[in-house]
């Protein structure tokens, strides 16, 4: 129960975490490698920003390896609410938002339909100054009213 529990607060956590390393790293000294998402029209399969995915999934694949050492122990399950908020992450934004595959397009959900009013709102912003909503999967609930 312990370890659900740690996912469960860990997965809440990353939200926060993600809020900072958005607004503070990647809209911050990491705009280089973040710049290229907010251009429209991206001519690539990839982005520059697509490496923010191999360098968030290092603490993860770590605390994998050393929560099985010498046993299974709580470190484990860190890593495993940090690679299932990654897996949402990457739903809601690359999937739901962005459409960079072609699943859920006929989506009416208001919860969806606020997160991707809110994230159209982050980047009508071009630049690296001036942005706000740099959440992802809880955002203000004035998104959610726009979309009523």
Known sequence: M????????????????????????????GWFLHEDHHQPGYPHVFEKNDAFFVVFAVPSILLFYFG???????????????????????????????RRFKWFKNTNNQYLKGLRKAHKIHHKHLGKPDGEC???????????????
């Open 2 to 29: 312990n370890f659900a529990l740690t996912t469960l607060l860990t997965f809440l956590l990353m939200e926060g975490i993600t809020w900072c390393t958005h607004k503070y790293i990647m809209h911050g000294f």
């Open 68 to 98: 099985i050492r010498p046993e299974l122990n709580v470190l484990f399950f860190i890593g495993l609410g940090i690679l299932f908020y990654g897996i949402a992450y990457f739903l809601v934004h690359d999937v739901l938002i962005h």
């Open 134 to 148: 740099f959440g992802m999967l809880f955002v203000p609930l004035k998104y959610f009213k726009k979309v009523q």
